[in-house]
């Protein structure tokens, strides 16, 4: 699987949008952009993921560069709640649930 | 989705016992995964738990020290032997969604502190 790499930390302000970059330079055609989040003290939750396209739900949305070397997650509205630590994860097609974490973006939503 | 189940929730335990965590799902899953959450970083993955068959661990990790058990599709256990006080740490059982490409669901963790 391809190795990410994330800024350590970010800071946002309530109720604007929080844009947390990632690289992936070394993705492969078949491998998939996953994020999750983990709030202090409880398992990681799944946010998004996607292969080449854009994606959106109720969460987030997920942009995806044309050469797939980096993705953006895109959080519109951020709340206090939001603030986690949060992870992006580049697995290969036959992914049935196995993940390799790096060291994730702390984002601090601030009031 | 999976709802997960983790018992216990936390421990303390003293150096040199050991410690089976329990992590039950509400549906039939293939894979089950074990991570490890030291203080202040980010998970690990320890072993992938299969029904019928022994785990397959990740680099670092050893049954001796981490033995796991799945004898259905819907629990796993996994003992923390021997314990030290380096083995303090969160441990988390997760499993896939089905088929590929699909989320994985998280238990709660059970955050162990050893003495």
């Known amino acids: 699987d391809a190795k990410t790499t994330q800024p350590t930390s970010m800071d946002c302000a309530e109720g604007r949008a929080a844009n947390l970059p990632c690289n992936h330079s070394?993705?492969?055609?078949?491998?998939?952009v996953y994020w999750y989040r983990q709030i202090h003290s409880q398992g990681p939750q799944y946010i998004i993921h996607?292969?080449?396209n854009n994606e959106t739900n109720e969460m987030a949305s997920l942009i995806i560069t044309e050469d797939r070397k980096s993705s953006t997650l895109i959080l519109p509205h951020a709340t206090l709640r939001d603030t986690a630590v949060y992870y992006c994860i580049v697995s290969g097609s036959s992914n049935t649930g196995k993940l390799i974490f790096g060291q994730g973006t702390t984002l601090q939503v601030k009031p | 989705s999976a709802v997960i189940s983790q018992k216990p929730s936390r421990d303390i335990c003293q150096r040199g016992t050991s410690l089976t965590i329990q992590c039950q799902v509400d549906s039939q899953v293939t894979m089950m995964f074990w991570y490890r959450q030291q203080p202040g970083q980010s998970l690990t993955l320890i072993a992938t738990?299969?029904?019928?068959?022994?785990?397959?661990?990740e680099s670092g990790f050893v049954i001796d020290k981490f033995p796991i058990s799945r004898p259905n599709l819907t629990f796993s256990t996994l003992t923390v032997s021997n314990m030290s006080p380096e083995d303090s740490s969160i441990y988390l059982c997760?499993?896939?969604?089905?088929?590929?490409?699909?989320?994985?669901?998280f238990g709660q963790g059970t955050r162990l502190t050893v003495v």
């Open positions: 997760s499993v896939g969604g089905s088929g590929f490409n699909t989320e994985a669901f």
């Open positions: 738990a299969n029904q019928g068959s022994e785990a397959t661990y």
């Open positions: 996607g292969l080449k």
């Open positions: 070394t993705i492969s055609g078949n491998e998939y």
